[in-house]
């Protein structure tokens, strides 16, 4: 006789291995949270301080007085009007006159485009240079030299009027010194 022994097998469940979380390293989420903070930080320290340097401020006046020129200078061609800056180098300051219109002599019917330097009205919000940034010259494409008063540069209509070269430097107000100077030179042709 055969005897079989019935014997129940049992299957155990199988355990998954748990993933074990490393406590080395850091998560892509701590590690982006982080790279924001650092250039939310940048982005705003890093303006105030280059902004406090004195090579920064000479740079921004003179990209400011370059394109101060420019647009005026792009204005008196498009309008078809002759236009002017103005450098105060005693008070580092510089403006555009706007010019008007006043009939011509003898015919009354026609107008025509001045530039009146001594009309407070016909001029646009002085802009004053940065501090400790001051003028050191305006030269005209003549060759004269201004170091001190008003310089007046002229625009013409067709373009060709009104090159000239700014010359500005840093100057300390502590020790009087001034650093090397920066100049802008406009050439109305180009």
Do not use: C
Request: aromatic fraction near 8%; avoid cysteine.
């Amino acid at each position: 006789m055969i005897r079989v022994n019935e014997t129940r097998m049992t299957v155990k469940p199988s355990h998954r291995p748990t993933r074990r979380r490393s406590t080395r390293g850091f998560t892509l989420m701590e590690l982006t949270v982080v790279m924001i903070i650092l250039g939310l930080t940048f982005a705003v320290v890093l303006p105030i301080a280059t902004n406090a340097t004195p090579g920064y401020r000479l740079k921004s006046a003179v990209r400011t007085i370059g394109s101060f020129a420019e647009s005026s200078h792009a204005e008196a061609v498009s309008s078809s009007r002759p236009f002017a800056v103005v450098y105060d180098l005693d008070n580092r300051e510089f403006w555009t006159i706007v010019p008007k219109q006043v009939p011509v002599e003898g015919n009354p019917d026609q107008m025509r485009w001045v530039l009146d330097e001594q009309d407070e009205e016909q001029r646009t919000p002085p802009q004053e240079l940065p501090r400790d940034i001051v003028f050191q010259s305006v030269q005209s494409a003549a060759g004269e030299e201004f170091r001190s008063g008003q310089r007046i540069i002229r625009f013409d209509t067709i373009g060709n009027e009104g090159s000239h070269i700014v010359t500005v430097a840093f100057q300390d107000p502590d020790e009087g010194t001034t650093s090397q100077p920066w100049s802008v030179k406009y050439n109305a042709m180009t």
